[in-house]
């Protein structure tokens, strides 16, 4: 299986601020990454997929990048609606394996 | 607009069997997408049980061994989930989800459903 090793586990920003989430691979996924913002007591929601495509209808305040093992997430000018978990996700094939999770939480 | 509903028991017993159904609207099941469920313990993360494609095609994560099956009833538009030999390990909240292919990210996703296992 691959693993998937988000940092950090948790962070404290405030509005406005610019957050990154790293998500490594235990080996390459050939950008088959993608990252999900998940709210409590609510299902996980698509952000981004093959690292860097754009979930339509999610704001461009949020990038991916990365290639090989190594991925990030962005988040440009953290809003209050930003605030959750993130967690990235491998799709290169099964079984697909989810990273442990970031809470991004208010500073 | 698609839409997945996930039901079943909420309650379970250790080793039985848990069963869960995921109902799709808004889109049909025979269609070229896969059809997942995945899972949340309280306050961990998610891990994928596995997926069916065209009422035929099953991968299932080795983890959960030869416990899980996912099957699809086309008459319903619905899929379901059953996993044998429950333990309290497997509390979760239980999440069905849609994929365009088996490399593709789950687009889709029901509101989820907690089991919890206990006697």
């Known amino acids: 299986d691959i693993q998937m090793t988000q940092s950090p586990s948790s962070l404290s920003a405030a509005v406005g601020d610019r957050v990154t989430i790293t998500c490594r691979a235990s080996q390459t996924i050939n950008n088959y990454l993608s990252w999900y913002q998940q709210k409590p007591g609510k299902a996980p929601k698509l952000l981004i997929f093959?690292?860097?495509t754009l979930q339509s209808g999610v704001p461009s305040r949020f990038t991916g990048s990365g290639s090989g093992t190594d991925y990030t997430l962005t988040i440009n000018s953290l809003q209050p609606e930003d605030f959750a978990t993130y967690y990235c996700q491998h799709n290169y094939y099964t079984p697909r394996t989810f990273g442990q999770g970031t809470k991004v939480e208010v500073k | 607009q698609v839409q997945l509903q996930e039901s079943g028991p909420g309650l379970v017993k250790p080793s039985e069997t848990l069963s869960l159904t995921c109902t799709i609207s808004?889109?049909?099941?025979?269609?070229?997408?896969?059809w997942d469920w995945i899972r949340q313990p309280p306050g961990k993360g998610l891990e994928w049980m596995g997926a069916?494609?065209?009422?035929?095609?099953?991968y299932y994560n080795p983890s959960l061994k030869s416990r899980v099956t996912i099957s699809v009833d086309t008459s319903k538009n619905q899929f379901s989930l059953k996993l044998n030999s429950v333990t309290a390990a497997d509390t979760a909240v239980y999440y069905c989800?849609?994929?365009?292919?088996?490399?593709?990210?789950?687009?889709?996703w029901g509101q989820g459903t907690l089991v919890t296992v206990s006697s």
């Open positions: 808004g889109h049909s099941i025979s269609s070229d997408y896969y």
């Open positions: 989800a849609r994929a365009s292919s088996i490399m593709a990210p789950f687009d889709y």
């Open positions: 093959a690292a860097s």
């Open positions: 069916i494609y065209h009422s035929a095609t099953t």
